[in-house]
């Protein structure tokens, strides 16, 4: 309870049985701290695994090559990797991730900083945000690098061909379900873990009928173009 002294530009001291009863629940109980701190890893590999099905299903379903600076910046190499899927495993470091890399290079930066400069008390409650935070950059980060392994058939290292067959990032037979034509399903490619529910719930296909019903643009169109001049 608040003290009768407390003015009014004071703040109130706090009833010892309520600051018991936040430390034994809710997100202050050391219990459900180190719960998060073992699970936010884990939802921020899903988190990655989800944008990277957001950016992939986006650049293959919708837009054309003939867009301003999207078309050629970023929609081609998508229609391009459907006719030859291993032209990514000849791309360098480099080309492979130098873009993800700097879009998540400032969140890397801010994290760095606040691990210098916080204290211990500050950092132990920051803890869980931040390692959901560190998985989803990292993963994101080498989203591009995991698609590239899972076109290469030749030449792995062990740890990585393990992390495929643990499923810990995303398998060659698991991503292959996605080059089928017409390439409309299984489009996450960090983890590969929300493929499969995602493909039970039908969101992909529901989104696609929401965006097709109020544009009138049809799924996919432009890729089928591509696909025709192949054959």
Request: glycine residues 8%.
């Amino acid at each position: 309870m608040a003290g009768a002294e407390d003015g009014p530009g004071q703040q109130p001291e706090v009833d010892e049985d309520e600051a018991a009863y936040s430390r034994r629940w809710g997100a202050q109980h050391a219990g459900a701290r180190e719960l998060a701190a073992l699970y936010s890893p884990v939802a921020g590999a899903l988190i990655a695994d989800f944008l990277s099905g957001v950016v992939h299903w986006g650049a293959d379903t919708w837009g054309s090559v003939e867009l301003p600076i999207v078309g050629k910046a970023f929609i081609r190499p998508f229609r391009e990797h459907h006719i030859d899927p291993t032209a990514i495993t000849r791309h360098d470091f480099i080309e492979t991730n130098g873009d993800n890399c700097l879009v998540t290079l400032l969140p890397l930066l801010n994290m760095a900083y606040k691990f210098r400069t916080q204290s211990p008390e500050v950092l132990e409650q920051l803890y869980p945000w931040e390692c959901f935070v560190f998985c989803l950059i990292i993963f994101g980060t080498f989203t591009n690098q995991i698609h590239k392994w899972s076109h290469t058939y030749f030449g792995l290292p062990r740890w990585v061909v393990l992390l495929q067959d643990w499923h810990v990032i995303l398998p060659r037979k698991h991503h292959r379900i996605h080059h089928v034509s017409p390439h409309e399903t299984y489009f996450c490619i960090t983890t590969g873990w929300l493929n499969y529910p995602l493909e039970k719930m039908g969101f992909w296909r529901r989104l696609e009928d929401i965006i097709q019903g109020l544009t009138g643009e049809k799924p996919r169109a432009d890729d089928m173009k591509w696909a025709q001049k192949v054959k």
